[in-house]
């Protein structure tokens, strides 16, 4: 008996060490051009000052997406390492970076299946990229926008506004006392 307990207990360890392969999800070049952001480009918004400012593209890089890779690559870090057991998918992360404001950084991730992150400072979203309808800024009609708002359920105060297109990237981004309108 003490013999089947302890080929027993031997095949349990053996197989928790087996090597687990990651599979990936693949993203889609409909996913990927999400992010509508090319090499060289540059996109001119205005603040909440009304001054122009210049976000020019820095990364756009297309890795093995996990935790740790997203927080990584909207860092500036290496993001082709992935840790094991934990990649799930390829992911599209573009980041835009200001130079004329402290280099003030907007990074774009794009996953399969339209799953999107956004992220600025301190706000991080995460969201299903599907547009809402079309929409008006600064006087300019869009189509197919994506629109997300959020107030304190508690105070009612707004705690942000964030319009987006594929076709033209971030139209309209509000937290706090900082806003970024496109300019076409």
């Not at 909207?74 to 004329?100: K, W």
């Amino acid at each position: 008996m003490k013999k089947i307990w302890t080929i027993g207990m031997m095949l349990l360890l053996m197989s928790s060490c087996v090597k687990h392969t990651n599979i990936y999800l693949k993203l889609s070049e409909e996913d990927a051009a999400a992010i509508p952001y090319r090499e060289g480009q540059t996109v001119k918004f205005l603040n909440q000052d009304g001054d122009t400012l210049t976000y020019q593209l820095a990364r756009d890089e297309i890795y093995p997406y996990n935790g740790e890779q997203y927080i990584n690559a909207i860092n500036g870090g290496d993001v082709m390492h992935p840790a094991p057991h934990s990649t799930e998918c390829y992911a599209r992360t573009v980041i835009l970076i200001c130079e004329e404001w402290n280099g003030k950084r907007l990074c774009f991730t794009a996953r399969p299946e339209k799953e999107f992150s956004f992220y600025s400072d301190d706000l991080d979203l995460n969201i299903s990229l599907l547009p809402n309808g079309p929409c008006t800024i600064n006087g300019i009609d869009y189509e197919h926008v994506h629109h997300e708002i959020l107030y304190s359920q508690y105070t009612g105060e707004l705690l942000y506004d964030w319009y987006y297109n594929e076709d033209f990237g971030l139209l309209y981004f509000e937290k706090g006392d900082f806003s970024l309108t496109r300019i076409p």
